[in-house]
């Protein structure tokens, strides 16, 4: 681990300790973590996850390592999961993208159900958080060939803003050794992001959606997909939640899907579908969106 200074998360205001109580494992996401670990004992296993997540909240207090939710299959659960597969299936040369990836936990989610490992590609602010990843699964680059870029998405040198592609470029990029996402602009075919746009303000999460859709492949099916903090009305969603202080700017679906139809990609260019959804985690809502 490296000694340098936890992030600086403005939309979470407080850092509580970790509190073991909120450890819950869902059978589905238990046999998923003994399937990919090897480990088998559930109380070795809670060990393990519990010794991870201490090591990764010296890193990133994220409320999400905080309240155990990087545990649980998210990915699958959205309603363009399946056609993400088809993508790693059938198109050629296929990339999928998880920008905010933290352990990498769905892109292992979708490598698992079938999208070619050497065509993933996880981005985090944290490249500790990536490793971790690795002694988290009991992995390692040669088993989870995964591709990975550690930067600040605001830094135009990882991810700079560009026009929405117009046409498939001719080459694939190579995947090998990238340190910039830039190089992947109109090539990805599915961009994931969860539980990451809320940590922004709403111009933030306006730019980062800009940056994000000059990555898109421009051939028909390419989808960005996620879910986020969201509310019934646009605006500031603020208080305590599960012992967590939070400020959090917060779509609703209809400013949500405005945002990418019409300030992101020219209006009628691309179809958003964005829904409104409570979660058990938490009385936060999430905003579920796919276009």
Not at 63 to 75: A, P, Q, V
Not at 101 to 114: I, K, S, Y
Request: hydrophobic content about 40%.
């Amino acid at each position: 681990m490296t000694g340098k200074k936890p992030a600086k998360i403005e939309a979470q205001r407080s850092f509580p300790p970790l509190d073991e109580s909120h450890y819950n494992l869902r059978p589905e996401d238990a046999a998923f973590f003994k399937e990919l670990t090897g480990i088998e004992d559930d109380a070795t296993l809670k060990q393990h996850i519990l010794n991870i997540q201490a090591k990764a909240y010296k890193v990133a207090p994220y409320g999400c390592i905080y309240l155990f939710l990087f545990m649980r299959r998210r990915l699958s659960m959205l309603p363009a999961y399946e056609h993400v597969m088809r993508l790693g299936r059938e198109r050629k040369d296929p990339i999928f993208l998880d920008i905010g990836c933290c352990f990498g936990n769905d892109l292992r989610e979708a490598v698992h159900d079938g999208f070619p490992a050497a065509r993933v590609i996880g981005s985090d602010l944290h490249p500790e958080l990536w490793d971790l990843g690795h002694e988290l699964y009991n992995s390692s680059p040669e088993t989870f060939p995964a591709h990975f870029v550690g930067g600040n998405a605001f830094n135009p040198e990882i991810l700079a803003v560009a026009p929405p592609a117009s046409m498939q470029p001719t080459e694939s990029p190579n995947l090998d050794n990238l340190t910039s996402l830039n190089p992947l602009r109109g090539q990805v075919s599915a961009i994931h992001s969860t539980a990451f746009f809320h940590l922004f303000k709403e111009d933030e999460q306006l730019h980062l959606a800009r940056a994000l859709a000059g990555l898109l492949s421009a051939e028909p099916g390419s989808i960005i997909l996620g879910g986020h903090t969201g509310a019934q009305e646009k605006g500031t969603v603020s208080g305590v939640y599960n012992n967590i202080e939070v400020d959090i700017f917060a779509h609703s679906p209809e400013s949500w899907a405005a945002m990418w139809d019409g300030e992101v990609f020219e209006k009628g260019m691309v179809k958003v579908e964005a829904e409104f959804r409570e979660v058990s985690t938490s009385t936060i809502s999430r905003v579920i969106s796919q276009g």
